[in-house]
């Protein structure tokens, strides 16, 4: 019996003598599994096998399920279907890298197609995205697909040009702001946290003091409703000018406070006090104050004359002045060297010193009354070149300092006399004596030779 269904008509042919069975213009619907049965005296023989029919793959496509994403907030899946094919395979593919299944990856599949779905997107996932339908007798490759993803803003980054944090005045200074955003993100410029400018760049022309601050970019993108900011100090300097350095006195006398003050026009930042080269560390006496504008001395000695001087300065100046300080004290340790004796005619000396500054004037009294004639005016040396007895008595040396109005005094016992032979009346007659023999012997023996030559 030959039964053959209608799909088949005209397509097959039994070959009874061997049992095969030829199918022609195989389609998709032939595919299955095919069985036999063979009668054969005794029995029967059965027989099975499965037809797999390879289809041509055509009219690949790639479609999305949404095209608006936001990174770290936004899934999106993947559909890659065709029109027609069998036995499908399909590869994904970001750019040229191959994709698989993950923890951020899923991949489901139907009969004529595969989605693939990113959990959680990503800029990274921006594609483009291809999808390769494959079987063993044909390959298509979608069209690509290329995902809009909103980032940012980040890695905002604040220059400054030049690059330094301080700058003279009159500089010209440019800010300039970028950030890793998509869309581009809106970038305004602060001024200690005041609203200045909108844009990607600030110029200063000509900058002043007053510009001085904290300078912040602020960039907003208007997709993902994210801030950023980046801060940068930009310090305009006033150059130091018209510097000085005062004193409270210009004559300090020990023992009285004084102040040396020190101060200039323009941005200074730092005032620094040297005495003699050396700097100043403060104490109990003497104390920096005001911002180190004064230098202040309780009780001045004479160890603290000196030269002080006061820099002041800023990162790109700056000004040193100095200033000699004179300690004025005394008189103290007043002396008088010379003779205490001497002979009546003779020279007389004496020296007066005193430690003082500035140096002490002197005056000479004799037994109360100041001598005038016999020296100098002022002087520290009394000389009287022809002692008298009248001389005799006590010297009295005044040394007087004129800024500090005190005065000291030293006296000293000098001795005018004759000068006394060593011999007695008794001695210096027996000599009288004797010198006249001799003479009388002289004249006597001188006539008497005068004679005989007669």
């Known amino acids: 019996m030959n039964n053959t269904g209608p799909q088949y008509e005209g397509r097959i042919t039994l070959f009874r003598s061997t049992g095969s069975l030829e199918l022609r213009s195989v389609s998709n619907n032939d595919r299955g599994t095919y069985r036999v049965r063979i009668l054969v005296s005794g029995g029967e023989s059965l027989g099975s096998t499965d037809l797999r029919v390879l289809v041509p793959i055509t009219g690949a496509r790639l479609t999305i399920s949404s095209e608006d994403l936001l990174e770290f907030n936004s899934s999106v899946t993947f559909s890659c279907s065709v029109s027609s094919g069998s036995s499908l395979s399909f590869l994904w593919q970001n750019i040229s890298s191959e994709i698989s299944a993950s923890d951020e990856v899923q991949i489901t599949e139907g009969e004529s197609f595969q989605n693939l779905t990113i959990l959680s997107v990503t800029r990274y996932d921006q594609g483009p995205f291809r999808c390769t339908v494959f079987n063993p007798v044909?390959?298509?490759?979608?069209?690509?697909?290329?995902?809009?993803?909103?980032?940012?803003?980040d890695d905002v980054d604040l220059q400054v040009s030049p690059s330094q944090e301080y700058f003279e005045e009159g500089s010209n200074i440019s800010l300039s702001c970028s950030s890793s955003s998509s869309p581009p993100a809106r970038l305004q410029w602060f001024?200690?946290?005041?609203?200045?400018?909108?844009?990607?760049?600030?110029?200063?022309?000509?900058?002043?003091?007053?510009?001085?601050?904290?300078?912040?970019?602020?960039?907003f993108n208007s997709k993902t409703l994210r801030y950023r900011t980046s801060s940068a100090a930009v310090?305009?300097?006033?150059?130091?000018?018209a510097a000085s350095l005062t004193a409270s006195t210009n004559l300090p006398i020990e023992g009285m406070s004084v102040t040396l003050s020190c101060d200039a026009a323009g941005s200074v930042y730092s005032r620094l006090w040297r005495k003699d080269g050396t700097t100043l560390?403060?104490?109990?006496?003497?104390?920096?104050?005001?911002?180190?504008?004064?230098l202040s001395f309780k009780s001045v000695r004479r160890s603290d004359d000196g030269v002080y001087s006061?820099?002041?300065?800023?990162?790109?100046?700056?000004?040193?002045?100095?200033?000699?300080?004179?300690?004025?004290?005394?008189?103290?340790?007043?002396?008088?060297?010379?003779?205490?004796?001497?002979?009546?005619?003779?020279?007389?000396?004496?020296?007066?010193?005193?430690?003082?500054?500035?140096?002490?004037?002197?005056?000479?009294?004799?037994?109360?009354?100041?001598?005038?004639?016999?020296?100098?005016?002022?002087?520290?040396?009394?000389?009287?070149?022809?002692?008298?007895?009248s001389d005799s008595g006590s010297y009295v040396c005044e040394a007087r300092n004129n800024v500090t109005g005190k005065s000291l005094t030293q006296s000293h016992e000098l001795s005018v006399a004759e000068i006394t032979s060593p011999c007695s009346s008794g001695c210096i007659a027996a000599i009288v004596a004797m010198c006249s023999i001799v003479i009388i012997a002289a004249a006597v023996g001188g006539f008497y030779l005068y004679k005989r030559r007669s």
């Not at 044909?138 to 803003?153: A, F, K, W």
């Not at 560390?281 to 004064?294: E, K, Q, S, V, Y």
């Open 138 to 153: 044909s390959r298509v490759v979608s069209d690509p697909v290329t995902l809009t993803i909103s980032y940012g803003p």
């Open 235 to 241: 310090t305009v300097l006033v150059a130091i000018r």
């Open 281 to 294: 560390t403060p104490d109990a006496n003497m104390m920096l104050g005001d911002g180190n504008r004064t």
């Open 310 to 389: 006061c820099t002041q300065s800023d990162p790109l100046h700056s000004s040193t002045l100095a200033h000699r300080m004179v300690v004025n004290f005394g008189p103290e340790q007043v002396t008088i060297t010379g003779p205490a004796k001497v002979e009546v005619h003779g020279s007389v000396t004496l020296t007066c010193t005193a430690e003082s500054t500035p140096a002490a004037s002197f005056t000479w009294k004799h037994n109360g009354t100041v001598k005038k004639k016999k020296k100098k005016k002022n002087s520290s040396i009394f000389t009287d070149n022809e002692a008298h007895r």
């Open 191 to 219: 001024v200690n946290d005041t609203l200045t400018h909108t844009g990607p760049e600030l110029l200063l022309t000509a900058a002043t003091e007053a510009q001085s601050g904290d300078y912040s970019c602020q960039a």
